[in-house]
T-cell receptor, first 113, second 115 residues
Framework: LAKTTQPISMDSYEGQEVNITCSHNNIATNDYITWYQQFPSQGPRFIIQGYKTKVTNEVASLFIPADRKSSTLSLPRVSLSDTAVYYCLVGLSRSGSARQLTFGSGTQLTVLP | GAGVSQTPSNKVTEKGKYVELRCDPISGHTALYWYRQSLGQGPEFLIYFQGTGAADDSGLPNDRFFAVRPEGSVSTLKIQRTERGDSAVYLC?????????????FGEGSRLTVL
């Protein structure tokens, strides 16, 4: 299983762009990169998923360099409500491969006023 | 339902007792997962169902843990002879078959406390 490494915590201020980088040096060819967000007392919530280059949706962007050994989740103009734990996962994207989706300890993002 | 529903939301039991945790997935989702999350840690995979069968139960920590999904919808996680180390939040997630595995929809979890 591809192991991921993320910063334990990050602080930011409201309105700033936040970039959280995840290292996954032994990512496999078929692995996708997925990010989840988790608030206290709630289950994780899917944010974004990608394979290479850049993916953007209504809440975030995901940047993946050509070697795919790392990825960066970008949150534009964060607000206090973005304070949460963010998890980076790598694993196969086909059904039946949930075992490959392993959560690490995540990054605690704290947005300050 | 609108989302993944888990009951009970909180369960306090004594060491050695038997516990059942229930998960009602999103209607139409054939894939169902159980995770366990300890304080300050990320979710830890336990078991995965595709339909009625357990496709991967390699995450179950020992034979005190068992899960069923008899009709391919609701699932029950069963823990026998509970130990204090079993205290955690048990999360259930579901997804559509054929969709990217990464898109899991989680419930709010069942917090188990073993005294």
């Amino acid at each position: 299983l591809a192991k991921t490494t993320q910063p334990i915590s990050m602080d930011s201020y409201e309105g700033q762009e936040v970039n959280i980088t995840c290292s996954h040096n032994n990512i496999a060819t078929n692995d996708y990169i997925t990010w989840y967000q988790q608030f206290p007392s709630q289950g994780p919530r899917f944010i974004i998923q990608g394979y290479k280059t850049k993916v953007t949706n209504e809440v975030a962007s995901l940047f993946i360099p050509a070697d795919r050994k790392s990825s960066t989740l970008s949150l534009p103009r964060v607000s206090l409500s973005d304070t949460a734990v963010y998890y980076c996962l790598v694993g196969l994207s086909r059904s039946g491969s949930a075992r490959q989706l392993t959560f690490g300890s995540g990054t605690q993002l704290t947005v300050l006023p | 339902g609108a989302g993944v529903s888990q009951t009970p939301s909180n369960k306090v039991t004594e060491k050695g007792k038997y516990v059942e945790l229930r998960c009602d997935p999103i209607s139409g989702h054939t894939a169902l997962y159980w995770y366990r999350q300890s304080l300050g840690q990320g979710p830890e995979f336990l078991i995965y169902f595709q339909g009625t069968g357990a496709a991967d139960d390699s995450g179950l920590p020992n034979d005190r843990f068992f899960a069923v999904r008899p009709e391919g919808s609701v699932s029950t996680l069963k823990i026998q002879r509970t130990e204090r180390g079993d205290s955690a939040v048990y999360l259930c997630a579901s997804s559509l078959a054929g969709r990217l595995v990464g898109e899991l929809f989680f419930g709010e979890g069942s917090r188990l406390t073993v005294l």
